[in-house]
């Protein structure tokens, strides 16, 4: 069973960033777009690289920094070669500042 678990506090967060943080033992990207948090798997589908410490965020478009991989911050959808396959999303919900994670 999921539960949700600490990711950190809005102030790490600023509008249009992303960053990895551990939840539980997971590593996840964590980004805030229009107002909004979002979390996926921190690792490219494609060659493991971090998506959250190596990649880049345009809007909702993340980038993979090692080989482009395309994929969706708010589904973890795969929109470009060479990833093979989607990533995770997860649940994300705001509690006073803290951001928390159904991992």
Known sequence: ???FQKAGSVREFPVG????????????AIAK??????AVDDICSHEQCS????????????TCGCH???FDITT???LSLPAPSDVTSYEV???GDEIFVKI
């Open 93 to 95: 919900k705001v509690e």
């Open 1 to 3: 069973m999921s539960d």
């Open 51 to 62: 998506l959250g410490t190596e990649g880049f965020l345009d809007d909702n478009l993340i």
């Open 68 to 70: 482009g991989s395309q």
């Open 33 to 38: 777009v229009d107002g909004q948090y979002f």
């Open 17 to 28: 960033t992303m960053k990895t943080v551990v939840v539980g033992k997971k590593p996840v």
């Open 76 to 78: 973890g959808k795969v």
